[in-house]
């Protein structure tokens, strides 16, 4: 019954940033491990980052050093900074556990500009 909102992407050229929120309607203290998606054209869903309750993150090699994942539990959100972009970074990026036991939201379109 939790609702995922994403929000923050866009248009970049490579090498830009943009900062990716995903706010829950529920407790994601709660939830626990939360995780950022992608699903970039004629790709599957992919595990991007995730980030546990008390702060731990793991990432998928692609995003490494490039990529951070943080989360505010106070208010439900959880953040994706993302820097150093490169094209092959455009997708929908989508928020949800790390089980992807949450209903997906709508996510949040990052196409990275060549």
């Known amino acids: 019954q939790v609702r995922l909102v994403e929000s923050g992407g866009g248009l970049v050229q490579a090498g830009g940033s943009l900062r990716l929120s995903c706010v829950a309607s529920g407790s994601i203290l709660k939830i626990g491990t939360m995780a950022w998606y992608r699903q970039g054209p004629g790709r599957q869903r992919e595990l991007v980052a995730t980030?546990?309750?008390?702060?731990?993150?793991n990432y998928a090699d692609s995003v490494k050093g490039r990529f951070t994942i943080s989360r505010d539990n106070g208010k439900n959100t959880v953040y994706l900074q993302m820097n150093s972009l490169k094209p092959e970074d455009t997708a929908v990026y989508y928020c949800?556990?790390?089980?992807?036991?949450?209903?997906w939201g709508q996510g949040t379109q990052v196409t990275v500009s060549s």
């Open positions: 949800n556990n790390n089980y992807r036991q949450l209903g």
């Open positions: 980030i546990a309750s008390g702060g731990s993150t």
